[in-house]
């Protein structure tokens, strides 16, 4: 098996010292141009999104008055960082946090009561972040809220596999499921093909210009005693960020794997942050991740069959994408 050396996430990074952005006074135009310089020097989607840094610096420093208020201040700042589309990034006031809505203009509906009612079998098992049951005799279904408990998920794949031999198919659903530890996106998508199978790259900022990058580190799905090879079905909506279009992106070109739903939320890399001049707290994403055939997942994992919910009256106790994944 291949070593896998460098950590998943672990951060090879590149950082201007913060000294010279807290080098900045603590005035209005001081804390801009802090948050400017640390953006421009360490946000890793600037050429991705076609950002034209030095156009926004002039956009947004041209509303900067030495005398606004701190709440003034703030909604300027807070509109150039929004600039950047990208749910990883953020500001901080001490009383308020802005970041982007990656939830803008979703159009699913996803209600895991209707599944719990209408779908399931009796055996619903509750864990903390997690549904399971069984559809029937055949079908299993894993819902996943939050990725922060591999234990449980091995647990249930396990549940699964003795269960019946029976089982000939997983719905693993991460819709509305916000992210969480992206290694333990990397132990899921592990647990549903065999070891050292080549699911993504990481790339990470290495310098202070837009396209310093380090080379691409491979990653490989690990080893696991709770292997699930069948069939798998991957449910998805706007709402699955970051870990979730992680596990998606690791699981795309899997054989046995179909992704049913929604385009995923994005989200494709991690974050770091700086303390700004008046103690403010900025982050930007410094990384970001490659599949296996090396296309961006920030933008969102595209899914194998597109079906939405949306044209589903609330009330109708039907989920339109689960029912594809049974049917497939």
């Not at 606004?68 to 950047?84: H, W």
């Not at 790339?203 to 396209?211: A, T, Y």
């Not at 795309?252 to 303390?275: K, P, Y």
């Amino acid at each position: 098996m291949r070593s896998f050396v460098i950590i998943l996430f672990s951060t090879v990074l590149f950082c201007s010292c913060n000294k010279d952005f807290k080098s900045e006074e603590d005035t209005p135009i001081g804390v801009f141009n802090a948050m400017w310089k640390f953006i421009d020097k360490n946000y890793v989607f600037i050429d991705f999104k076609n950002l034209n840094m030095e156009a926004l610096k002039n956009s947004y420093s041209n509303q900067i008055t030495e005398d606004m208020t701190e709440a003034e201040l703030f909604e300027v700042c807070s509109n150039f960082l929004l600039q950047l589309r990208d749910g990883h990034c953020f500001l901080d006031d001490g009383n308020s946090t802005v970041r982007f809505d990656t939830s803008e203009g979703i159009s699913d509906t996803f209600n895991l009561e209707v599944i719990r009612g209408n779908y399931l079998q009796d055996n619903i098992i509750e864990y903390e972040f997690m549904t399971t049951a069984t559809i029937n005799d055949s079908i299993g279904y894993i819902y996943l809220s939050d990725f922060e408990n591999i234990e449980d998920i091995e647990q249930a794949i396990k549940d699964f596999n003795l269960i019946s031999d029976d089982i000939a198919k997983i719905i693993f659903d991460i819709r509305d499921n916000s992210g969480g530890d992206p290694q333990v996106a990397l132990s899921i998508a592990s647990h549903f093909m065999q070891a050292d199978i080549l699911v993504g790259q990481m790339v990470h900022k290495n310098g202070p210009m837009h396209d310093d990058f380090t080379d691409p580190v491979d990653i490989f799905s690990e080893d696991s005693d709770s292997k699930f090879l069948k069939e798998v079905r991957l449910l998805t909506n706007k709402n699955s960020f970051s870990a979730s279009s992680f596990l998606a992106g690791m699981l795309q070109h899997q054989e046995n794997v179909q992704i049913i739903g929604e385009i995923t939320g994005g989200g494709g890399g991690d974050a770091i942050s700086l303390e700004l001049p008046n103690n403010w707290v900025v982050a930007v994403t410094i990384n970001y991740f490659l599949d296996a055939l090396g296309v961006h997942i920030e933008d969102g994992v595209i899914p194998d069959i597109f079906i939405t919910n949306s044209m589903v009256p609330p009330d109708s106790g039907i989920d339109r994408i689960l029912e594809e994944a049974i049917k497939r």
